[in-house]
């Protein structure tokens, strides 16, 4: 089936720091890339989709300078945490499909990102 | 706008009883999708089911069964048998027509105790 690998698993880091979260689709090409954050004992809320070759949509609420995310290749999205402070310390999961609306959405094992 | 509430927060069982976790959802799609995904402990999502609004069927896979009612909004999930490794946050979701935006629901942590 299809895998969606995201690295780290794990990351620590000091304030103002930049932080950088890999998600890569490893048997299909992921047209659209979905970002996911998760605070302890909460659910999941949606941050950004993006698409293959184009600008990410973000959420209301998520600062786009902050959260730069970037989907070049159709195999690979990533997430950069930009000048990280400790507020966003959280977990992040990544998630991708394929072209097709409404398949099945696979998800990375994600990140959990402690910034000090 | 699209909606999934779980109003169990949290649910204690102990080993082999059976457990339905409830889902409720809202969407002004006439074509949806329901999922319910499994987080365990590690924190990756694992997929559990997807079922589009036009199935009504109910699903069996072994130990665990879904109840999809179109008439009342619900998608409840069922786990007979329940067995601590059955511990998880276990989640509900819907995706509307434009298949762009993954709702999810607040989570249901289950603890399965010995």
């Known amino acids: 089936g299809a895998v969606v690998s995201q690295h780290p698993s794990r990351v620590i880091c000091k304030s103002g720091t930049s932080v950088k979260i890999e998600c890569r689709s490893l048997?299909?090409?992921?047209?659209?890339m979905f970002w996911y954050r998760q605070f302890p004992k909460q659910s999941l809320m949606l941050m950004a989709t993006?698409?293959?070759?184009?600008?990410?949509?973000?959420e209301q609420g998520v600062e786009k300078d902050k959260f730069l995310i970037n989907h070049a290749s159709l195999t690979l999205s990533t997430l950069t945490v930009t000048s990280a402070h400790p507020e966003d310390s959280s977990f992040y999961i990544c998630?991708?499909?394929?072209?097709?609306?409404?398949?099945?959405?696979?998800f990375g094992s994600g990140t959990q990102l402690s910034v000090l | 706008a699209q909606k999934v509430t779980q109003a169990q927060t949290e649910i204690s069982v102990v080993e082999k009883e059976d457990v339905t976790l409830d889902c409720v959802y809202e969407?002004?799609?006439?074509?949806?999708?329901l999922f319910w995904y499994k987080q365990p402990p590690s924190g990756e999502l694992v997929f559990l089911i997807r079922?589009?609004?036009?199935?009504?069927q109910n699903e069996i896979s072994g130990r665990y069964s879904w109840n999809f009612q179109k008439s009342t909004s619900s998608f409840n999930f069922t786990i007979t048998a329940s067995q601590v490794v059955d511990s998880a946050v276990y989640f509900c979701?819907?995706?509307?027509?434009?298949?762009?935006?993954?709702?999810f629901g607040g989570g249901t942590r289950l603890m399965v105790k010995p």
């Open positions: 998630s991708a499909r394929t072209h097709r609306a409404n398949e099945k959405l696979f």
């Open positions: 048997d299909f090409q992921a047209t659209t």
């Open positions: 993006s698409n293959e070759g184009s600008k990410a949509t973000y």
């Open positions: 969407t002004r799609d006439t074509t949806y999708y």
């Open positions: 079922r589009n609004s036009f199935d009504e």
């Open positions: 979701a819907l995706i509307g027509d434009a298949g762009n935006m993954l709702t």
